[in-house]
């Protein structure tokens, strides 16, 4: 069987954007695929500072797969720091890898251009040589993703054929990312792509309460009732569309279209469709969440589980590299 792998900062709560575009996918991936997923508390550590919440991010983001359906006897979910070899890959790849390469990459271009300084740290600078030992240490053949990382899993391969040139024996699998077309860029609560840095998220088990009034923060033009709206061009419309029938995606454009439909009416129906939606997940997080106990074991018998590929994967990278004893 084919593996699938991915990881998922522990820079807080999951948003809608990382429920669609990854946990989704994933979860659905661990019926056909071997199933390798963890929390990237290394890359998180290129920003976060609180060592309590990158625990809590840890067990939130543990408890959001099993509520949505992660089934422990199948996959394997672990924290990527239960693997410390990753950043013994991470270092042989850095030894491969160009400079400009990692120059090119949009993540750290942007935090260049933003100019905060405790964001441009080496770790990030690194980031993608990380990501890339992350998912050739596990002989990963598919990558579920958002379209944000597509980038990440291009440098991926490039990273692998250069070791694999350098180094013969290395054999390091060249993976595929998996995007789903109408999950790849989840838009926010201002239209723009749905990200925590731009404080636009939309948390898909918050309580009924905080789910509605995130919804009806979502960011309109300024047409009353009555006037005609373009639903292609507006942010509720665009969130509906990921959860509606077709029967009621079309309602909401006749209502949009037709000017006898406020943004708050159509608001309003967004969450009522995504509270009946997360409901029943929503209760198993809750659960979960009171039981942290479960949640560790879980993550514990996870990395025991990706053990033996880290050592065959890592073993084969030594000899063919001339690190340790022969
Ligand atoms: P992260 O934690 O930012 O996001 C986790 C996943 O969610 C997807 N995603 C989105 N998809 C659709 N629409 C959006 N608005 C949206 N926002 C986020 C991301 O594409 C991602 O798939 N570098 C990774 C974590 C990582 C990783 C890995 C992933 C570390 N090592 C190895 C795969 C393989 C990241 O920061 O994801």
Redesign the pocket.
């Known amino acids: 069987v084919k593996r699938s ?5 522990s820079t807080g709560i999951p948003h809608l ?2 429920y ?3 946990i989704k996918p994933a979860i659905e991936l661990q019926e056909s695929y071997e199933s390798f997923y963890f929390v ?1 508390e290394y ?1 998180a550590l290129t920003t976060e500072r609180d060592p309590a919440a990158m625990r809590r991010s840890t067990q939130m983001i543990t408890a959001y797969f099993l509520a949505f359906g992660l089934d422990p006897a199948r996959a394997a979910f672990f924290r990527q720091s239960a693997i410390p070899e990753v950043t013994e890959l991470a270092w042989i790849l850095s030894c491969v890898t160009h400079m400009g390469l990692l120059e090119r990459a949009h993540a750290w271009k942007a935090a260049k251009d933003r100019g905060e300084s405790n964001e441009t740290n080496h770790g990030l600078f690194g980031y993608p040589v990380l ?1 890339a030992a ?2 050739l240490i596990y002989d990963s053949d598919v ?1 579920p ?5 597509i980038q ?1 899993l291009e440098m991926t391969r490039d990273m692998a054929t250069k070791l694999n040139l350098a180094f013969p024996g290395a054999d390091l699998k060249l993976p595929q990312a998996l995007v789903q077309k109408e ?4 838009p926010g609560i201002d239209g723009q ?3 925590k840095s731009y404080d636009n998220i939309i948390e898909p088990l918050a309580p009924p309460k905080a789910l509605r009034k995130q919804c009806m923060k979502i960011i309109t033009d300024s047409k009353s009732l009555e006037d005609p709206k373009d639903p292609t061009n507006d942010a509720t419309f665009a969130l509906y569309k990921l959860f509606a029938t077709p029967d009621e995606l079309a309602e909401m454009e006749a209502n949009y279209r037709g000017g006898n439909y406020g943004y708050g009416h159509a608001k309003e129906a967004l969450f009522q469709k995504m509270n009946e939606y997360f409901t029943p997940y929503r209760e198993n997080y809750e659960r979960l969440m009171a039981d942290p106990d479960t949640l560790e074991d879980v993550l514990e018998a996870g990395s025991k589980r990706v053990r033996p590929v880290v050592e065959e994967v890592m073993e084969r990278v030594r000899s063919a590299t001339g690190l340790g004893r022969p």
């Open positions: 792998l991915s990881g998922i900062k954007g990382n669609l575009g990854m990237a890359h990501m992350d998912i990558v993703v958002g379209q944000d990382q990440h999950v790849a860029v989840v792509k749905m990200s």
